[in-house]
């Protein structure tokens, strides 16, 4: 149920997204004849919070994921109405599942993550971002499952270690506060030939933040 709700929210996101991009009449080019500069719509500086969902999985090819629940802050930097520079903390839980003799595992990690993102707004409703995330590592756990008997395991240290990667982000903007967005996230690190845990993930990320704070517009 919860998988066809988030495929369910995923399908509706972009159709606002192609909607969007459809309306030429939206286009920040068409509207700005005089370029990019800053107005009451487009502030300077902008402090974004809110939770995010996570379908993260291994490169192992073995393992299936799991949604979790995380979330963080964004702070972006204008450049112009068009190009936005932000940086982010987010704390990032990750999940998933697969078998180990005969029996179902289920690692839970948990990371904060810090994106940098160059942000490009070439509609009023419509950003895409790219850059890069440096994910630390926490802590985690697995726990084991085996005829009804659950055992739980806290790994130790130097199994999973920090990452970095890359960031694709697409975001719609629903109203002058809200900003719905999803990411596609991958990240990697080389781990022991002899150690069954990888470091490689990847997956998507969806979130709603909200702008709890912005640069007034100076005259």
Known sequence: ????????????????????LAQGGDLLIQ?????????????????????Q???????????????TLGGGAELEYRLSKTVGLVIGAQYNPISYSYFEDDSIATDRLKYISYPLILRLQ??????FGLGLVYQA?????????KEDIQTL????????RNTIGANVQIAHYLSKPFLVYINFRWVRRTSPATQPQTNNT?????????RLWKSKLRS
């Open 1 to 20: 149920m919860i998988k066809k709700v988030y495929y369910f929210v995923m399908f509706y996101f972009f159709l606002g997204v192609f909607t969007s």
């Open 31 to 51: 509207q700005y004849s005089k370029g990019p500069g800053l107005d009451e719509n487009f502030s300077k500086w902008s402090l974004r919070i809110g939770p």
């Open 53 to 67: 969902v996570n379908r993260i999985n291994t490169d192992l090819g073995t393992s299936s994921p799991t949604l």
């Open 122 to 127: 070439p509609t009023a409703k419509v950003s």
């Open 137 to 145: 590592y926490m802590s985690g756990e697995k726990r084991l499952e």
């Open 153 to 160: 395991t806290e790994y130790e240290n130097e199994i999973f």
């Open 202 to 210: 990847s997956g998507f990320q969806m979130g709603i933040i909200y």
